[in-house]
């Protein structure tokens, strides 16, 4: 029993994600019989839908007598018990059995973890948050820690920071990139003292070499440098830039060195000797990275470029993200990996933020001006930013000055901002929302922030990092994740949108789990304002990056998509038979179209109403019975909205009984489905986000 409450607490620490991503779910009746259940389950045991609706719960889990014996199962933790596979293998797994409804229904909702999975997730988080995905190296962040430590141990060495530019800043990780990153790295494997290496940017590597004895490093260096430039090892058209610096202990904070190693970076054809790219200490704040940046945005050398965001539906431009650049000269872009977590720092945090709510006011309204409509952009708020006390007022200033409505900026915060100063942030988003403006959470899946968290904030969309979408096809965990985090977003009520959708395997299993839009180099590229509102004005439907997938294609319908509901999975721990009534309710409405447009004759009007009117009927009492039943704050109000949507349907049906002849087939469906929709959508994001409190949360209301 130990062992598995050591893999409960693993589970109980890990983020919301793993919460989300390892649970199957199926809902039972009182003789056992499997009604529904989630992608997982039928993954977890390796089988199809219609399989698992001839299975018996009993059968599964063969040492339980669940007639009588599930009391255990019924407590808020999860109880270690085997399962049995079709197949006749076993395994140990995590259970818990939720009653739903009243108890004289007898259904009930069985949760299932495999601790297998959980343990391959919490690996996989591990890696992504230690290590970059396409080099294999340290990332940034553990890069520099990493180079702390050090320097608390008293040690001494050297470091270089080493930058491959080439004639396309904007590229994405290509193979010939990371190729060429890692031709860097093997030669610079000739300092054998070296002790660590991580990927620092997007373009750079970091190389911290420690020795006591650092008099052998310029003769090592020459050999480093002969060899990259008489085997012609990088391709031409990339140039390779260097910086190097000794470093003893913590006279200088490793950020200090970084700062210093970044103005002197020297092209490789220019050096002869490790003196060349050495970097000379100074006191003077004007040599710093940081002064550079300073003087950029004063000589106006920063712009935002847009990358649009489309919907997976509709393929058209929605929206965009402001991505900053720097462009000291015509026709040099410098890319944001080299110096955006600079814009963090000081004073000039403050500067830059208040820049930047002034630009974006001026491009939504150029936009608008361009396109004769309002087009949404988001723009990214830094921790430090994100806390400062004059973020709201420059906001309000801005966009009261320029008469830009406050509805069409979207504000993005990264997760680990969340678990900061959870207080402070929760002050912050509501006073966010309450003015108009949208949040977004960015990079969603990296942070570690649990769900309690996710809970609590006034959030409109979560982007799901790109980290998990470069190897959907091949990682079966990243697959696994991506899925979680989509249905995670979908119960807390948030849009989704996918960064990094590069080809389109990529963008048809986004859509197949119900990602609502897509942003990446297969969609659009960063590219100017003018170049958005030419994107924007000659935009055409192009279903190719979708529709030559391939196999994750398979079982997507995309043919006449404007008659179909789609209802995106939930869950939810308490309500999956209330999810499948939901479905069954779109399924019959969805029946309908399909038996008019083969044969008309055959559909009447008002059968049709009452089928599914009765149908909702039934739905709304059970539904209705699961929330008397947890306790829902929202009962009364629920119940109510029932009423209406039972009278203006009864209403819609005299209105065709009396005028028969009048009524439009495409103008009937059009109000099914908004009438359904009103349903879907009005109230049950709020019983998703309390469904899934816990139920010590619960009680507070």
């Not at 447009?597 to 089928?611: Q, R």
């Amino acid at each position: 029993m130990n062992e598995w409450k050591t893999e409960y607490d693993i589970f109980e620490a890990a983020p919301a994600v793993l919460e989300a991503s390892s649970e199957a779910i199926a809902t039972i009746d009182s003789t056992g019989q499997i009604k529904g259940t989630n992608s997982r389950f039928l993954f977890l045991l390796n089988i199809s839908h219609s399989e698992s609706e001839k299975l018996n719960i009993q059968s599964l889990f063969r040492e339980i007598d669940f007639s009588n014996d599930i009391a255990q199962y019924q407590q808020d933790n999860f109880e270690p018990a085997k399962l049995t596979k079709m197949d006749g293998t076993e395994s140990m797994v995590l259970l818990k059995i939720v009653s739903v409804g009243k108890a004289v229904t007898g259904y009930k909702t069985v949760l299932i973890q495999d601790p297998e999975a959980i343990r391959r997730i919490i690996d996989r988080l591990d890696y992504i948050e230690t290590y970059d995905i396409a080099t294999g190296l340290l990332n940034r962040r553990k890069g520099l820690v990493e180079f702390e430590q050090l320097q608390a141990s008293n040690l001494s060495g050297g470091c270089f920071l080493v930058r491959l530019e080439n004639e396309d800043q904007t590229e994405p990780e290509s193979y010939r990139f990371i190729e060429n990153l890692k031709t860097i790295l093997s030669v610079f494997n000739q300092f054998h003292a070296q002790h660590l290496v991580c990927r620092y940017s997007f373009s750079e590597l970091l190389f911290v070499i420690v020795t006591e004895d650092t008099s052998n490093i310029p003769q090592t260096f020459k050999k480093v440098l002969d060899t990259l430039k008489s085997e012609n090892k990088i391709a031409s058209e990339y140039t390779i830039l260097m910086a190097y610096e000794n470093w003893s202990g913590a006279e200088q904070t490793a950020n200090d060195i970084l700062d210093q190693l970044k103005v002197h970076l020297t092209p490789l054809a220019s050096l002869k000797q490790l003196k060349d790219c050495r970097v000379s200490f100074t006191d003077s704040s004007e040599t710093s990275f940081l002064a550079t940046l300073q003087k950029a945005l004063q000589r106006e050398q920063f712009e935002f470029f847009i990358q649009p965001q489309i919907s997976s539906d509709s393929r058209q431009v929605v929206s965009g993200e402001l991505l900053i650049r720097w462009i000291p000269s015509e026709g040099n872009i410098i890319p944001p990996s080299q110096f955006v977590a600079y814009l963090e720092e000081g004073d000039f945090a403050g500067e830059f933020l208040e820049w930047s709510i002034v630009e974006s006011a001026k491009i939504l309204l150029q936009v608008y001006e361009a396109v004769g409509q309002w087009v949404p952009l988001s723009l990214n708020v830094a921790t430090t930013q994100f806390n400062q006390g004059f973020l709201l007022e420059s906001l309000h200033q801005a966009f009261t000055q320029h008469q830009v409505p406050f509805e069409y900026l979207e504000i993005e915060i990264t997760e680990r901002i969340l678990a900061e100063d959870p207080q402070q942030v929760l002050t912050v988003l509501k006073d966010l929302q309450d003015e108009g403006f949208k949040v977004a959470i960015d990079d969603f899946g990296t942070g570690y922030s649990s769900l309690s968290y996710l809970r609590q904030f006034p959030l409109d969309r979560l982007k799901i990092d790109q980290v998990f979408i470069a190897n959907l096809e091949e990682n079966e965990e990243d697959r696994l994740i991506s899925t979680a985090i989509a249905n995670l977003a979908h119960v807390l009520g948030l849009e989704v949108v996918v960064e990094g959708i590069e080809n389109p395997p990529q963008a048809a299993f986004m859509q197949n789990i119900g990602c609502e839009y897509f942003q990446g180099y297969l969609t659009g590229k960063p590219m100017s304002v003018v170049d958005f509102i030419e994107f924007c004005l000659n935009e055409k439907k192009n279903p190719d990056w979708l529709d030559a997938s391939g196999e994750l294609l398979s079982g997507k319908r995309l043919d006449d998509e404007v008659r179909k509901v789609t209802w995106k999975k939930s869950f939810t721990t308490d309500v999956v038979s209330v999810d499948q009534e939901h479905r069954e309710l779109i399924d019959a409405l969805n029946y309908f179209s399909d038996s008019y447009l083969k044969k008309p004759e055959s559909i009447n009007f008002l059968d049709t109403i009452d089928l599914i009117g009765g149908e909702a009927i039934k739905h709304f009492e059970h539904e209705e019975q699961v929330m008397a039943n947890i306790g829902y704050p929202r009962y009364e109000i629920h119940r109510e909205k029932h009423k209406w949507l039972i009278a203006d349907l009864s209403k819609r049906r005299a209105e065709i009984e009396k005028h028969p002849k009048d009524v439009d087939f495409d103008e009937l469906l059009k109000y099914l489905k908004y009438w359904l929709l009103r349903h879907l959508i009005s109230e049950d994001t709020h019983l998703h986000r309390f469904i899934n409190k816990s139920n010590s949360e619960r009680r507070i209301h």
